[in-house]
């Protein structure tokens, strides 16, 4: 059984950085596609970035393209979110999320196993 643990979320302002990590522990990730979502308050949750099992393709939600990167090292068992050029828009718990394929989807149903979320804070 997999288990995942986001971690690097905290408070940024507008225009600035952070870089969230999920670590996988229990199970090898590395034949899987991984994803991060996120929530607002109020909001249903959201496709933000995808990338396939072995990193070779990345699918990322209009509202961050150009702006956030997603990554990982099979190695170490970890996925990254790069995130530039943050908004206050960008506000919300960021999730990471194993998919029950290898490839990149948008689709939260396709995503087995979820971590407890990590909250981003984009102050203006």
């Known amino acids: 059984q997999v288990q995942l643990a986001e971690s690097g979320g905290g408070l940024v302002q507008a225009g600035g950085s952070l870089r969230l990590s999920c670590a996988a522990s229990g199970r090898s990730i590395s034949t899987y596609a991984m994803g991060w979502f996120r929530q607002a308050p109020g909001k249903e949750r959201e496709f933000v970035a995808a990338?396939?099992?072995?990193?070779?393709?990345?699918s990322y939600a209009d509202s961050v393209k150009g702006r956030f990167a997603i990554s990982r090292d099979n190695a170490k068992n970890t996925v990254y979110l790069q995130m530039n050029s943050l908004k206050p828009e960008d506000t919300a718990v960021y999730y990471c999320?194993?998919?029950?394929?290898?490839?990149?989807?948008?689709?939260?149903?396709?995503?087995?196993?979820w971590g407890q979320g990590t909250q981003v804070t984009v102050s203006s």
């Open positions: 999320a194993k998919s029950n394929g290898g490839g990149a989807s948008s689709r939260p149903y396709l995503y087995n196993v």
């Open positions: 990338i396939s099992w072995r990193g070779g393709s990345t």
